[in-house]
């Protein structure tokens, strides 16, 4: 049986995938944008302070997830480790998809589950000002979910992960 420790990072990724197929991608893509915060603080401990948050999380997701968003010749990347780290203090911050202060005007996520045939079936939409991302929100969660157990897994002392953990008291224990 696994300890508590592991099971509290591992349950995160399987709740991320269930708020997905249950059409909760608010709440999906909340908790995915905090894998490379958690991971990137294990991955690079010697950056510390409010001063290196920004560059840890894009150090750890150009390490572990930005590949997924390569375009299919592999020239380019769509969603980089800055358009990820946009995203992430815009949402997370300000409950928004635009971005004020960023060459990427604003994400648009969308729902594609019922055509795999194509993955990353995202455009980007060039304007004198900035760019505009539309992107499949399903796919961009489960790639940093995917991205983030490659990392724990590859993680020898899962202590590292330490967290509270949520219990289900039931009502009748309140």
Known sequence: ??????????????????????????????????????????????????????????????????????????????????????????????????????FIKRFHLHVDQDDKRFRHREKVTLYSDGIDIDVDVYELCMDICHGAMNFYDSIEDKTLFQDDIIINVGKQNL
């Open 1 to 102: 049986m696994k300890d508590n420790t592991t099971c509290a990072f591992e349950q995160k990724a399987v709740e991320v995938r269930h708020a997905l197929e249950a059409g909760c991608y608010h709440c999906a893509l909340a908790l995915a944008l905090t894998f490379p915060d958690i991971c990137g603080k294990i991955a690079y401990p010697e950056m510390q302070g409010k001063s290196q948050v920004g560059q840890r999380y894009k150090r750890w997701f150009k390490e572990y997830v930005r590949d997924f968003f390569r375009f299919y010749d592999a020239s380019a990347v769509l969603i980089d480790e800055e358009a990820c780290y946009a995203l992430r203090c815009a949402f997370l911050h300000e409950g928004t998809f635009d971005f004020k202060h960023s």
